[in-house]
């Protein structure tokens, strides 16, 4: 069964702070891992990875994906109060939906 | 904004009544998701319409029926609406029929059934 676990459920730091957000998955015919930022309404797309050892980066965040071990690490470095939200890890295979995992709330402190 | 346009954003309504819920892709995406958020169950697809056929189910229920019209705006219509269809529901649209895309999220309507 397609499946996506991520870790840990919720996270609390401060201002300042680095976190990683881990996603482990299992799908039958991968095509890509992508990472969502869920504040109190629609998803916002971050970051597609379909290739191992590539990072992708965009301003304070970075995303990699490793297809042997199935998992993918999001970090987030210098966390700000704006960053306060849920992040969404989903998989694909060869049909378009997304499974996604439960979630990771992150709260930053001021 | 993601390009992807949603209504109505809220709708209430009593068990047992029907309800439609709207989406309209971005320009010049040719697949349409649709996707179910409970605080129980998380984020869940239902549908997937490309170009006017479609394409994969999840778990919708019988009660649930989608369809996409030529101009690829789709709709998603809920029947015999019981208070556990109470969620948000997402739609969402990609270029692309199969994985590997990136699919973009519509703001969401949230359904409360009373």
């Known amino acids: 069964e397609d499946k996506v676990v991520q870790s840990p459920l919720s996270l609390v730091v401060h201002e300042g702070d680095t976190v990683t957000l881990n996603c482990s998955y299992e799908?039958?015919?991968?095509?890509?891992l992508l990472w969502y930022k869920q504040e109190k309404k629609a998803p916002t797309f971050l970051f597609m990875l379909t290739s191992s050892g590539i990072e992708k980066k965009s301003g304070r965040l970075s995303s990699i994906l490793d297809k042997k071990e199935l998992f993918s690490i999001l970090n987030i470095t210098a966390t700000q109060t704006g960053d306060s939200a849920v992040y969404l890890c989903a998989v694909s295979g060869n049909t378009g939906k997304l499974i996604f995992g439960q979630g990771t709330t992150l709260q930053v402190k001021p | 904004d993601s390009g992807v346009t949603q209504t109505p954003k809220h709708l209430i309504t009593a068990t047992g009544q029907r309800v439609t819920l709207r989406c309209s892709p971005r320009?010049?995406?040719?697949?349409v998701y649709w996707y179910q958020q409970s605080l129980d169950q998380g984020l869940q697809f239902l549908i997937q319409y490309y170009n006017g056929e479609e394409r994969a189910k999840g778990n919708i229920l019988e009660r649930f029926s989608a369809q996409q019209f030529p101009d690829l705006h789709s709709e998603l219509n809920l029947s015999s609406l019981e208070l556990g269809d109470s969620a948000l529901y997402f739609c969402?649209?990609?270029?692309?029929?199969?994985?590997?895309?990136?699919?973009?999220f519509g703001p969401g309507t949230r359904l409360t059934v009373l």
């Open positions: 969402a649209s990609s270029v692309l029929a199969g994985g590997g895309d990136t699919q973009y």
């Open positions: 320009s010049g995406d040719l697949s």
């Open positions: 799908v039958t015919n991968f095509r890509s």
